[in-house]
Every structure is written in structure tokens, then in C-alpha cells.
């Protein structure tokens, strides 16, 4: 079997553009991914803005019983053990 130099600069030739392509259109992905992900989604938020979602740990039972915290906690027990 005898393979041509000339078949076989034209095959490189294809592949190294293919390499060069597929390079290209990653480090596009990843600039755009860079771009339009926000760089800490869970940050504190600036100005009048309110974080929904805040961890707090309580002192006693007295006072997670007074928040609404104690209800939404036997209630998600309920929908566990209830299986719904």
C-alpha cells in the first residue's frame, strides 16, 4: 500500500484546520460563559436589595418555636413522612 505525500499533506492540512476550528469555538464558549455568568451568584446584594434566603442559627428552642421556622420544619416532616 502505498500512500501519497500529496494525499497525505492535504489529510494534515484538514485535520490541523479542524484542531484550529475546534479550539476556536471552546475558547468561545468559555468567553461567553465568563461573560454571562455572573462571577458569584451568591453574594450579598448591594444597595436597597433583600436576600431572600438567610441562614440563622437560633440560641434556644423557645426561639425557633417563636419563628415560623418550627412550623415549616414539622410540616416538611409531615410531607416526608406522609410521602406526598
Not at 454571562?36 to 436589595?49: Q, R, T, V
Request: glycine content about 4%; hydrophobic content about 55%; overall charge positive.
Amino acid at each position: 500500500m502505498i500512500i501519497s505525500l500529496k494525499r497525505l499533506k492535504v489529510w494534515m492540512k484538514l485535520i490541523a484546520i479542524f484542531f484550529v476550528c475546534t479550539l476556536f469555538f471552546y475558547s468561545l464558549v468559555v468567553f461567553m460563559n465568563d461573560v454571562l455568568m455572573p462571577f458569584h451568584p451568591y453574594h450579598e446584594p448591594k444597595g436597597d436589595a433583600v436576600k431572600v434566603f438567610q441562614n440563622y442559627i437560633f440560641q434556644n428552642e423557645k426561639e425557633m418555636e417563636a419563628s415560623g421556622l418550627f412550623l415549616f420544619l414539622k410540616r416538611l416532616a409531615l410531607f416526608f413522612w406522609m410521602g406526598g
